[in-house]
């Protein structure tokens, strides 16, 4: 019994104990909640979530760079940001790990035309492409016969490109959480003007969407949404950046306030203010949510005033300074360190995918882009080739994503209006007046193709057409027909001058008529030069109505030939350029004729042109070039020989440039030609030039030293030369210390 009692005892004191033992755990363990949730809060206090928040407004939003600039000063660590328009691409770059001052100096390097249109290269063009940027003053697009109008006048490509380069160090990041700092912007669906957030995809694409100022810039294709500026449903989107955790806000809003009547003058400021009512009436309520609120004085700057970028970056640095009180409080205990981030100036493209297209193949999308897959090239020939694309207008939307492998994926809007009519006009003491009427039709036929009727309504009727199938890096399939007529008094007869001499004088009254048709073939080289061949079916009449006693007529022939020629064109313009050269060859044999003159014998010519141009100085251009041509084989056609003189007409067949020398009145079986122009640009677009050009020309010179002896011609000219929206407008006065003589001439519009 002792033993039991003594057994039970020790079994009390042990439960004691066990009570005892899980007394003190729990009371422990309370202690200890109690304490980590304490240091919790502590800590939550000390190190609060801090949130960016930077409204939209175009231009002025660039003062967002100013505060980010002192916020980097300050050691302020930013662990939210959320932006609209403007801030949502300055935003997204200071997301992706860019500092203020690296932010400040990308916007410097920007080119201000570009970021407010569609600005493109002319070395990015194709020569379809080229020709009709250098032939047409008005285009008007048509779609189910009535005139339509695009959805703005930039698709913002140099904005994309130059974001896609920029963030091209984040390219695998698709969910902006995983950014350095959290992201977020704001864009507005047009079709339902609902907001929309995005917070994942590409970010160079949902900070394009967010900018997408309307009328100004087409609208984005995101996920089956069609997106806007969201600037036009929350321009400050202070909430959302409470919802994700931020206790502290700063905020950086550049829009602008009411205007009074005074400021009231145009119909764009009325529309504006009305456009603002809601806006303006939303953010008393979001200024409440901010902290610390900064409102850079930007009065006077517009949307569109990019060009003041320094004065308005500088406000904006201003307006942060007067909030360093409490910003100061905001400071780091730790020094905040981005990493350094690595800028590419060339990219491996690994696979290229492109979305399925109705309209246009796989090799012609390609061929525009002038890059293909497993291929190394600079960001440089990657932004020519996306504006080679752009460059064709057959795309409403070009946008494209790279992975971390470097797969290019592209998504491609086709352009849903395939007709246009466009307009020109043209003067010269050649061709005299003509008003141009275009009209284009894409898909005719098939994929890739275009056909385009000229159609020259003035003193001397003209027309050509052209229908292309272009097929990029193959071989791509065309035809040509054309119609030149002209009348003039020349001191050229188109007959060796036989006819002049016969009948003692020195002009003749000329009615020329060129009818020619080709089909033909053409392919890029190298990536560099067109080269070509086809075939040409030509009916040549040239008559004077004036001779008496004479047979009026000199030719009446149909003439069929075949030809190869090779091009390469890098001019920055063709008008008044300033960088770049050309080369321009060709080979055509005549085979067969109807043989008016009955004196036909097969024979070829060849002629090659090259030229380039560099600027000293900036406002001064110098242009050399080099021209040479010759018949090989019995020269039996006189009609077909090398023609000089004049300026200012569009060159066809042999005729050629020559200052100095009246229109057409130098010719020969063979011919060389050398010239300089200085130009300098007296003011915006306004030119003066000077040329010199010297030639030989005569029979077979180059089967002797003929061509290689001291020039026999020569000629030069003073000009003026304005770049108008018409086209080129130029006079020019030319004489010749052999002749003596001077001419005048005025031309103006671009040569067709």
Same mark, same amino acid.
């Given at each position: 019994?002792?033993?039991?009692?003594?057994?039970?005892?020790?079994?009390?004191?042990?439960?004691?104990?066990?009570?005892?033992?899980?007394?003190?755990i729990?009371?422990?363990?309370?202690?200890?909640?109690?304490?980590?949730?304490?240091?919790?809060?502590?800590?939550?206090?000390?190190?609060?979530?801090?949130?960016?928040?930077?409204?939209?407004?175009?231009?002025?939003?660039l003062?967002?760079?100013?505060?980010?600039?002192?916020?980097?000063?300050?050691?302020?660590?930013?662990?939210?940001?959320g932006?609209?328009?403007m801030? *949502?691409?300055i /935003?997204?770059?200071?997301?992706?790990?860019?500092?203020?001052k690296e932010?400040e100096? *990308?916007?410097?390097?920007?080119?201000?035309?570009?970021?407010?249109q569609?600005?493109?290269?002319?070395?990015?063009k %194709?020569f379809?492409? =080229?020709?009709?940027?250098?032939?047409?003053?008005?285009t008007?697009?048509?779609?189910?016969?009535?005139?339509?109008?695009?959805?703005?006048?930039?698709?913002?490509?140099?904005?994309?490109?130059?974001?896609?380069?920029?963030?091209?160090?984040?390219?695998?990041?698709k969910?902006f959480?995983?950014l350095?700092?959290?992201?977020?912007?704001?864009?507005?669906?047009?079709?339902t003007?609902?907001?929309?957030?995005?917070?994942?995809?590409t970010?160079?694409?949902a900070?394009? *969407?967010?900018?997408?100022?309307?009328?100004?810039?087409?609208?984005?294709?995101?996920?089956?949404?069609?997106?806007?500026?969201? /600037?036009v449903?929350?321009?400050?989107?202070? +909430?959302?950046?409470?919802?994700?955790?931020?206790?502290?806000?700063?905020?950086?809003?550049?829009?602008?306030?009411? =205007?009074?009547r005074?400021?009231?003058?145009?119909?764009?400021?009325?529309?504006?203010?009305?456009?603002n009512f809601?806006?303006?009436?939303?953010?008393?309520?979001?200024?409440?949510?901010?902290?610390?609120?900064?409102k850079?004085?930007?009065?006077g700057?517009?949307?569109?005033?990019?060009?003041?970028?320094? +004065?308005?970056?500088?406000?904006?640095?201003?307006?942060a300074?007067?909030?360093?009180?409490k910003l100061?409080?905001?400071?780091?205990?730790?020094?905040?360190?981005?990493?350094?981030i690595?800028? #590419?100036?060339?990219?491996?493209?690994?696979?290229?995918?492109?979305?399925?297209?109705?309209n246009?193949?796989?090799?012609y999308?390609?061929?525009?882009?002038?890059?293909?897959?497993?291929?190394?090239?600079?960001?440089?020939?990657?932004e020519?080739?996306?504006? %080679?694309?752009?460059a064709?207008?057959?795309?409403?939307s070009?946008?494209y994503?790279?992975?971390?492998?470097?797969?290019?994926?592209?998504?491609?809007?086709?352009?849903q209006?395939n007709t246009?009519?466009?307009?020109g006009?043209h003067?010269d003491?050649?061709?005299?007046?003509?008003?141009?009427?275009?009209?284009?039709?894409?898909?005719?036929?098939?994929?890739?193709?275009?056909?385009s009727?000229?159609i *020259?309504?003035?003193?001397?009727?003209?027309?050509?057409?052209?229908?292309?199938?272009?097929?990029?890096?193959?071989w791509?399939?065309?035809?040509n027909?054309?119609?030149?007529?002209?009348?003039k008094?020349?001191? #050229?007869?188109?007959?060796?001058?036989?006819?002049?001499?016969?009948?003692?004088?020195?002009?003749? #009254?000329?009615?020329?008529?060129?009818?020619?048709?080709?089909i033909?073939v053409?392919?890029?080289f190298?990536?560099?030069?067109?080269?070509g061949?086809?075939? +040409?079916l030509?009916?040549?009449?040239?008559?004077s109505?004036?001779?008496?006693?004479?047979?009026?007529?000199?030719? =009446?022939?149909?003439?069929?030939?075949?030809?190869?020629?090779?091009?390469?064109?890098?001019?920055?313009?063709?008008?008044?350029?300033?960088?770049?050269?050309?080369i321009?060859?060709?080979?055509?044999?005549?085979?067969?004729?109807?043989?008016?003159?009955n004196?036909?014998?097969?024979?070829?010519?060849?002629?090659?042109?090259?030229?380039?141009?560099?600027?000293?100085y900036?406002?001064?251009?110098?242009?050399?070039?080099?021209?040479?041509?010759?018949?090989?084989?019995?020269?039996?056609?006189?009609?077909?020989?090398f023609?000089?003189?004049?300026?200012?007409?569009?060159?066809?067949?042999?005729f050629?440039?020559?200052?100095?020398?009246d229109?057409?009145?130098?010719?020969?079986?063979?011919?060389?030609? %050398?010239?300089?122009m200085?130009?300098?640009?007296l003011?915006?677009?306004?030119?003066?030039?000077?040329?010199a050009?010297?030639?030989?020309?005569?029979?077979?010179?180059?089967?002797s030293?003929?061509?290689?002896?001291?020039?026999?011609h020569?000629?030069?000219?003073?000009?003026?030369?304005?770049?108008?929206l018409?086209?080129?407008?130029?006079?020019?006065?030319?004489?010749?210390p052999?002749?003596?003589?001077h001419?005048?001439?005025?031309?103006i519009?671009?040569?067709?």
């Amino acid at each position: 019994m002792k033993i039991n009692n003594i057994e039970i005892r020790v079994k009390k004191k042990e439960n004691k104990l066990l009570l005892k033992s899980y007394a003190f755990i729990f009371l422990f363990s309370f202690f200890f909640l109690l304490f980590s949730s304490s240091t919790n809060a502590q800590d939550s206090i000390k190190k609060p979530k801090i949130g960016l928040v930077l409204s939209g407004g175009g231009a002025k939003g660039l003062a967002h760079i100013g505060v980010l600039k002192v916020i980097d000063s300050l050691n302020i660590k930013i662990d939210y940001i959320g932006g609209t328009s403007m801030g *949502a691409i300055i /935003g997204g770059l200071y997301a992706s790990g860019y500092s203020g001052k690296e932010i400040e100096y *990308a916007f410097s390097q920007m080119d201000v035309e570009k970021l407010i249109q569609d600005f493109v290269p002319r070395s990015s063009k %194709g020569f379809n492409q =080229k020709k009709n940027d250098e032939l047409y003053i008005l285009t008007l697009p048509f779609k189910n016969f009535k005139i339509s109008s695009p959805r703005g006048l930039s698709k913002g490509m140099y904005n994309f490109n130059t974001l896609s380069q920029l963030t091209y160090h984040v390219r695998d990041i698709k969910d902006f959480s995983k950014l350095p700092i959290p992201f977020f912007c704001v864009a507005t669906d047009i079709e339902t003007g609902d907001e929309v957030l995005l917070k994942k995809g590409t970010l160079s694409e949902a900070m394009i *969407a967010s900018g997408a100022l309307p009328t100004l810039y087409n609208p984005v294709e995101l996920d089956g949404k069609l997106l806007v500026d969201g /600037g036009v449903k929350n321009n400050y989107p202070v +909430e959302e950046l409470r919802k994700l955790g931020a206790n502290i806000i700063i905020g950086v809003d550049v829009q602008e306030g009411l =205007k009074d009547r005074l400021e009231l003058q145009s119909v764009t400021s009325v529309l504006m203010q009305i456009s603002n009512f809601n806006t303006i009436e939303k953010m008393h309520n979001k200024i409440l949510l901010t902290d610390v609120y900064i409102k850079p004085d930007i009065k006077g700057m517009s949307v569109l005033s990019f060009d003041k970028s320094e +004065e308005i970056i500088k406000k904006g640095k201003e307006a942060a300074v007067n909030q360093t009180e409490k910003l100061v409080k905001l400071q780091s205990k730790n020094n905040i360190q981005k990493e350094k981030i690595e800028v #590419n100036d060339s990219i491996t493209i690994k696979n290229l995918s492109i979305n399925s297209l109705n309209n246009y193949t796989r090799a012609y999308v390609l061929g525009k882009l002038n890059f293909k897959q497993n291929n190394k090239i600079t960001f440089k020939k990657f932004e020519k080739g996306i504006n %080679g694309l752009n460059a064709t207008d057959n795309f409403g939307s070009i946008l494209y994503s790279f992975d971390d492998k470097n797969n290019l994926t592209f998504s491609l809007k086709e352009n849903q209006i395939n007709t246009f009519i466009k307009f020109g006009l043209h003067y010269d003491d050649l061709y005299k007046s003509a008003l141009l009427v275009n009209l284009t039709q894409k898909k005719l036929l098939s994929k890739n193709d275009v056909a385009s009727l000229d159609i *020259a309504l003035g003193d001397n009727f003209r027309y050509n057409f052209d229908y292309y199938i272009d097929n990029g890096f193959y071989w791509s399939f065309g035809i040509n027909s054309r119609l030149n007529t002209f009348n003039k008094n020349i001191q #050229n007869d188109f007959n060796d001058g036989t006819t002049l001499t016969n009948l003692d004088i020195n002009s003749i #009254n000329i009615d020329f008529s060129d009818f020619s048709n080709q089909i033909f073939v053409e392919t890029i080289f190298s990536k560099l030069f067109l080269i070509g061949t086809g075939v +040409e079916l030509k009916h040549l009449k040239i008559q004077s109505p004036t001779l008496q006693n004479v047979t009026p007529v000199f030719d =009446k022939s149909d003439y069929f030939s075949v030809f190869g020629n090779i091009k390469y064109d890098s001019f920055d313009k063709k008008y008044f350029p300033k960088s770049g050269w050309y080369i321009n060859g060709e080979i055509k044999s005549y085979l067969f004729s109807s043989n008016f003159n009955n004196n036909f014998q097969r024979f070829s010519t060849l002629k090659g042109d090259i030229g380039i141009v560099k600027t000293f100085y900036k406002k001064i251009s110098v242009k050399l070039q080099s021209e040479l041509g010759s018949i090989i084989g019995e020269r039996t056609i006189p009609y077909f020989d090398f023609i000089l003189g004049g300026y200012g007409y569009n060159k066809i067949n042999n005729f050629q440039h020559f200052v100095g020398y009246d229109y057409l009145s130098l010719s020969g079986s063979s011919y060389i030609k %050398g010239s300089v122009m200085f130009e300098y640009e007296l003011f915006n677009k306004n030119y003066l030039n000077f040329t010199a050009n010297y030639a030989n020309v005569g029979d077979r010179i180059f089967e002797s030293t003929d061509w290689f002896s001291h020039p026999k011609h020569s000629g030069y000219a003073f000009g003026y030369g304005y770049d108008s929206l018409i086209g080129p407008i130029e006079i020019k006065h030319s004489w010749s210390p052999e002749t003596r003589d001077h001419y005048t001439w005025f031309s103006i519009g671009y040569w067709f």
